[in-house]
């Protein structure tokens, strides 16, 4: 049951966004309308009809352009999946569409909650484009909405308002299909793994997938949901043929399952290092302080997110039976 606090919060956001909705659609429709559009050396395309603009590897609130970002171009409109941290990474990202095709946005897919996927939502809020995201986004959003606009405008240096936080219109529980001409987006929603609310997105006409942060390349996994689960979904996606992935982080296309094996190995250690911390009577302040990051040298940010990491599993693996 939410606690006053997070009801509070929630109403908070939910009354922001009421009070704004107008403003961010005007916006929104004054930018696709008068910014200029030129060709992006940023955007590369991975597959027929698949453009990704690449993240780079920094901590969230500190850095530009962290999650990579993309979409998917079908012969009635376009999808796009996440939109990046900020309502300009957002605009850039819609640049970047209007320099490859004159096909209109339909859908905006939000693989989780972490504002560098999603707070460039803003962007796309316009007549004719739907939210997408799994059915628990919304409550995780209503939860940290107030910070992320805390944190975004300290970043940025400006009040930000609740129209940077946009809602999804639509929710997936299990799993829907989107037809966007010509190919059919088959959108999974998933068990607590980085988040509780992961979703996925298979393009039937090339076989890619976007799988968002359930994988991690170059940039340390974060957990932020089940140690166990992530590691049961990783297992039981590298069973599935797949020909391309976009990770939510690292480089734009990646071949399937190798692509999962770094963070796979890396959870898979993490957890069997902690396990048997707790089996020998440790605490968690010593197996934070103690417990090294699998294959470090091999990440980028572990002095930043393995603590957490270690914390986070910690959590989940003392209460198992």
Same mark, same amino acid.
């Given at each position: 049951?939410?606690?006053?606090?997070?009801?509070?919060?929630?109403?908070?956001?939910?009354?922001?966004?009421?009070?704004?909705?107008?403003?961010?659609?005007?916006?929104?429709?004054?930018?696709?309308?008068?910014?200029?559009?030129?060709?992006?050396?940023?955007?590369?395309?991975? !597959?027929?009809?698949?453009?990704?603009?690449?993240?780079?590897?920094?901590?969230?609130?500190?850095?530009?352009?962290?999650?990579?970002?993309?979409?998917?171009?079908?012969?009635?409109?376009? &999808?796009?999946?996440?939109?990046?941290? =900020?309502?300009?990474?957002?605009?850039?990202?819609?640049?970047?569409?209007?320099?490859?095709?004159?096909?209109?946005?339909?859908?905006?897919?939000?693989?989780?909650?972490?504002?560098?996927?999603?707070?460039?939502?803003?962007?796309?809020?316009?007549?004719?484009?739907?939210?997408?995201? +799994?059915?628990?986004?919304?409550?995780?959003? !209503?939860?940290?909405?107030?910070?992320?606009?805390?944190?975004?405008?300290?970043?940025?240096?400006?009040?930000?308002?609740?129209?940077?936080?946009?809602?999804?219109?639509?929710?997936?529980?299990? %799993?829907?299909?989107? #037809?966007?001409?010509?190919?059919?987006?088959?959108?999974? &929603?998933?068990?607590?793994?980085?988040? #509780? +609310?992961?979703? =996925?997105? %298979?393009?039937?006409?090339?076989?890619?997938?976007?799988?968002?942060?359930?994988?991690?390349?170059?940039?340390?996994?974060?957990?932020?949901?089940?140690?166990?689960? $992530?590691?049961?979904?990783?297992?039981?996606?590298?069973?599935?043929?797949? =020909?391309?992935?976009?990770?939510?982080?690292?480089?734009?296309?990646?071949? $399937?399952?190798?692509?999962?094996?770094?963070?796979?190995?890396?959870?898979?250690?993490?957890?069997?290092?902690?396990?048997? /911390?707790? &089996?020998?009577?440790?605490?968690?302040?010593?197996?934070?302080?103690?417990?090294?990051?699998?294959?470090?040298?091999? $990440?980028?940010?572990?002095?930043?997110? +393995?603590?957490?990491?270690?914390?986070? !599993?910690?959590?989940?693996?003392? /209460?198992?039976?």
């Amino acid at each position: 049951m939410p606690t006053k606090r997070q009801t509070s919060s929630a109403a908070r956001v939910s009354i922001l966004l009421l009070s704004c909705t107008l403003f961010a659609l005007s916006c929104a429709v004054a930018t696709s309308e008068q910014e200029p559009c030129s060709p992006s050396a940023e955007i590369v395309q991975v !597959a027929d009809g698949i453009y990704v603009r690449q993240g780079q590897a920094a901590v969230v609130f500190e850095g530009e352009r962290i999650a990579n970002t993309g979409f998917v171009v079908g012969d009635r409109c376009v &999808a796009v999946v996440d939109t990046g941290g =900020s309502m300009a990474e957002g605009q850039a990202l819609d640049c970047a569409i209007r320099t490859v095709s004159d096909r209109s946005v339909c859908y905006v897919i939000n693989t989780h909650v972490h504002p560098d996927h999603l707070l460039g939502n803003a962007a796309f809020v316009r007549p004719g484009v739907e939210f997408v995201a +799994h059915a628990k986004l919304p409550r995780a959003l !209503a939860l940290r909405g107030d910070l992320y606009l805390e944190r975004a405008s300290a970043h940025e240096q400006r009040e930000l308002n609740a129209s940077q936080i946009v809602f999804p219109e639509r929710t997936v529980a299990t %799993m829907v299909e989107l #037809d966007i001409g010509g190919r059919v987006l088959t959108i999974r &929603a998933h068990r607590s793994a980085h988040t #509780d +609310h992961d979703l =996925s997105v %298979m393009d039937s006409r090339t076989n890619t997938a976007f799988l968002g942060d359930l994988v991690f390349l170059e940039h340390l996994p974060v957990i932020d949901g089940s140690i166990n689960g $992530w590691i049961g979904e990783l297992e039981q996606l590298s069973e599935v043929s797949i =020909s391309y992935v976009v990770p939510g982080h690292g480089p734009p296309r990646t071949d $399937w399952p190798a692509a999962a094996q770094p963070a796979l190995a890396y959870l898979t250690a993490l957890r069997e290092s902690v396990r048997a /911390w707790i &089996a020998s009577g440790g605490d968690l302040a010593s197996a934070q302080d103690t417990i090294d990051a699998p294959q470090g040298a091999a $990440w980028q940010l572990v002095e930043r997110y +393995h603590e957490r990491n270690v914390g986070a !599993a910690f959590a989940e693996l003392e /209460w198992e039976d």
